[in-house]
């Protein structure tokens, strides 16, 4: 069999292999690269720059969950403040005695005085 | 227009189908004639000539699909119109680099049984092979080895590089040369 029988031969392939290497075979060269160069001006058209925008901004939207981020922020608020409030009180409700040192009760140039200070305290108690 | 409604009118010797056909088909037809003449107004001669065939064939043909139908009759008149180039020595286009690749699918001491019974169970065994590759190999091998399109156009379209596709032709030729040997067809 000759090179061109074969090629012959080959023209009687299936339908469905036909079908199947689609409408873009047998398109000339010239038309690819129109087809790029087509592409390249849209990309740098404002149209599609602007919905380039506009899509980014959807993204953006989608992405970003802002009840959730609000219901987050709202509970780091109210655990501070708690926290601050409770605290507070405890500092509030503390006995001098526990912390003498803040509080003034200890003297200590004169230990001795201190000690006193600390048994009237005591009996006071 | 849907190729169903193109080959109505055909069956209806309506002419205007003819129009419909050019202006859906002509691009197509243009690229397969253009890809194996290698000559902008051989390729024209042969799309005219392929819808003349079109009109004069359907009916009695009817079709499943005109764009294949039309195709494969574009195909052949240019091959034709190559063939007789040759003869009168105009060749040397790109066409002939497919050519001289399908001869590495032959063999050298291959038969020379050309029957028409040979030849239907040969493509059978082809078509067979063809449908065992994968589906990116197939499409490959049907661009350059059906359409005839330049490697440039196969890189170009398949996103690979020149030399990637033409090693890839190089396997599958040689797989098709070994499946078709394995099966005892020595062409």
């Given amino acids: ?125 | 227009m849907d190729d169903r409604n193109i080959v109505k009118m055909l069956w209806n010797r309506d002419e205007s189908a003819i129009g419909i056909i050019s202006d859906k088909y002509a691009k197509y037809c243009n690229a397969i004639a253009r890809n194996i003449t290698g000559n902008k107004e051989d390729a024209e001669e042969c799309v005219n000539e392929a819808y003349q065939k079109v009109w004069q064939s359907v009916p009695p043909n009817k079709p499943p699909s005109l764009k294949n139908y039309i195709g494969k009759i574009t195909r052949n008149l240019a091959f034709n119109m190559y063939a007789r180039s040759c003869s009168e020595k105009r060749g040397g286009n790109s066409f002939d680099s497919v050519l001289d690749e399908l001869e590495e699918c032959l063999h050298s001491s291959g038969d020379d049984t050309e029957s028409e019974f040979y030849k239907k169970e040969l493509i059978k065994e082809i078509n067979d092979f063809l449908w065992s590759l994968p589906s990116d190999k197939r499409k490959l091998f049907v661009s350059r080895y059906w359409y005839a399109d330049s490697m440039k156009d196969i890189s170009l379209r398949y996103g690979i590089s020149e030399n990637n596709a033409a090693v890839s032709l190089q396997r599958i030729r040689t797989k098709l040369r070994k499946y078709l040997n394995e099966r005892g067809y020595n062409i």
Wanted: net charge neutral; charged share 25%; proline share 2%.
């Fill in chain 1, 1 to 125: 069999m000759k090179k061109e029988d074969l090629f012959e031969l080959l023209g009687e392939i299936d339908e469905g292999i036909l079908n199947e290497t689609g409408k873009s075979c047998g398109m000339e060269n010239k038309e690819i690269t129109n087809r790029t160069k087509i592409t390249k001006n849209e990309y740098n058209s404002d149209k599609v720059q602007e919905s380039a925008v506009e899509t980014r901004i959807e993204v953006y939207h989608h992405k970003f969950n802002w009840k959730a981020i609000a219901a987050a922020a709202a509970c780091f608020v109210i655990g501070t403040v708690s926290v601050t409030l409770v605290l507070s009180k405890n500092n509030s409700t503390s006995n001098p005695a526990d912390n003498p040192e803040k509080t003034g009760l200890i003297n200590t140039k004169s230990p001795n005085q201190t000690l006193l200070r600390l048994i009237i305290l005591q009996a006071m108690n």
